[in-house]
């Protein structure tokens, strides 16, 4: 947890890429106190001023997805939400698998409570402009 927390807060891109990897894969293996941490962390890179951390927070993205119950549905859509509104396409770009995932994860009620057939739809059409 500390080498994530390290690397997170480093001003290296590199840093942030490898954190935005690690941090799907010991999600699971950590207390709740780390998992929402994690989550916090996960949710700060998404939002961070340079595109390549983005971009390997929306590929990783993915991998958080699957571990859906144990990751909270709330804070996924809003990273999601985040890259839908990112003004680079190639970090929008990744985040279909993100979509696909998502759809295969949760059970209908879950994608109506969250209001992910709007998003889709939404990102498809975004998607169809280009």
């Known amino acids: 947890m500390k080498m994530i927390e390290h690397f997170v807060s480093m001003d290296s ?3 942030k890429i490898a954190a935005a990897t690690m941090i799907p894969v010991v999600y699971a ?12 962390f996960y949710i700060k890179m998404a939002q961070d001023e340079i595109p390549v951390v983005r971009k390997s927070v929306s590929q990783n993205l993915q991998y958080f997805i699957e571990l859906i119950p144990r990751a ?8 999601l939400q985040l890259f839908f509104n990112d003004d680079q396409d190639f970090v929008r770009m990744f985040i279909i698998d993100s979509i696909i995932k998502l759809t295969q ?9 969250l209001g992910c057939l709007i998003f889709i ?8 402009r280009i």
């Open 13 to 15: 891109f590199t840093s």
């Open 29 to 40: 293996r950590m207390q709740s106190s780390s998992q929402r941490a994690l989550i916090s």
């Open 121 to 128: 739809r939404k990102f498809m059409l975004l998607f169809y």
């Open 72 to 79: 909270p549905e709330n804070e996924l859509m809003t990273i």
């Open 105 to 113: 994860v949760c059970n209908k009620a879950v994608i109506f409570e």
